[in-house]
């Protein structure tokens, strides 16, 4: 009597790897689901063609994962661009564009009706998803000049300002529909009505906060916050508030405005606030979804603790502002 050999139950299930990958990440799906996930695009991942698309994608898989994701961008790169055409001179102080009113009105024209409509155009080729808007738009961000320390003096940067208030409840209604807000990093001052730039990495850590966000992600262009640059290229992978503190005044100029906004969302009742490396593809997914995250987190202080610092310093070479120092 012969016998027919029975079939391995999973020999042509040759997908079954893809739906372990897809059960491994059900606890981080569950335990991020309807949290609000804001993004700070810029970097390498602004001018990239194969990391824009990446970009988009992960933010899309995050709505569609059932997480709210808003999206707060610069622009570096494409600004200096334009203003090389028009013979204009890019400055930076303290890690901040120095913003004359010419080049305030070519900040303003890249911003909103470049860098914003082609990631609007890049998020939407998945679907009628993001809507863009700038800080200017029903008060969302309200603006009063800024000065940069330099030395310990204070220096005039033009048209750049900090964030004084902000309104999130148009945010907030295009969370409610579904949608995802794309933000340009320019606001209106409630003293002189003059527009200002507004640093990307500053807004997107006022828009956390003031949508009490869960998490706050900086893309940029190194690793992470290094922990001894340039003798070492070892990556901090975890710290606290009080630790990034007094790191803050060893750290390179274009790394300050970044950390400090990770400082300050934390403080004001961010979750996390990430820096995160942008020249990886899919690394928001990375760092959302795996154990193996691909920068530098920041967490507050737990209660009474008191630790000291395990770094010495970082780098980032900011949005036109030069080489690791």
């Not at 970009?55 to 494409?78: E, K, M, S, T, Y």
């Not at 961010?270 to 899919?282: C, L």
């Not at 395990?310 to 980032?316: I, K, L, Q, V, Y």
Request: aromatic share 4%.
């Amino acid at each position: 009597m012969t016998t027919t050999p029975q079939k391995s139950p999973t020999r042509k299930h040759t997908a079954l790897p893809k739906a372990r990958i897809l059960v491994e990440a059900l606890p981080w799906l569950t335990r991020h689901h309807g949290k609000t996930i804001v993004i700070k695009f810029g970097g390498n991942a602004m001018v990239d063609e194969e990391l824009k698309a990446a970009f988009a994608q992960d933010v899309v898989f995050l709505r569609h994962a059932g997480l709210r994701p808003v999206v707060v961008h610069g622009g570096g790169p494409q600004i200096n661009a334009q203003l090389d055409r028009l013979g204009l001179t890019s400055e930076f102080r303290a890690g901040l564009r120095v913003t004359t009113p010419e080049t305030m009105d070519v900040v303003r024209m890249v911003l909103a009706g470049q860098v914003q409509r082609e990631l609007v155009g890049l998020l939407n080729r998945h679907g009628p998803l993001a809507v863009g808007m700038t800080g200017e738009d029903a008060h969302l961000m309200t603006a009063t000049k800024r000065y940069a320390q330099v030395d310990g003096e204070p220096v005039d940067l033009g048209r750049v300002g900090d964030i004084t208030a902000t309104d999130t409840g148009a945010i907030e209604a295009l969370l409610d529909d579904g949608r995802i807000p794309v933000i340009s990093s320019i606001a209106r001052s409630a003293d002189d009505h003059h527009v200002y730039n507004v640093n990307a990495d500053t807004a997107a850590a006022a828009v956390a906060a003031a949508l009490g966000a869960e998490t706050l992600m900086v893309l940029t262009d190194v690793e992470g916050l290094y922990a001894d640059w340039p003798t070492s290229d070892e990556v901090i992978s975890r710290l606290t508030v009080g630790e990034l503190e007094r790191l803050l005044p060893e750290l390179a100029s274009g790394m300050v405005p970044k950390m400090e906004g990770c400082l300050h969302a934390v403080r004001n009742g961010v979750g996390t606030a990430r820096v995160i490396d942008g020249r990886v593809q899919h690394a928001i997914l990375l760092e959302i979804f795996t154990d193996e995250g691909v920068g530098t987190m920041v967490v507050p202080d737990p209660p009474g603790a008191d630790h000291t610092p395990h770094a010495t310093g970082s780098t980032d070479n900011g949005e036109g502002t030069g080489q690791p120092s």
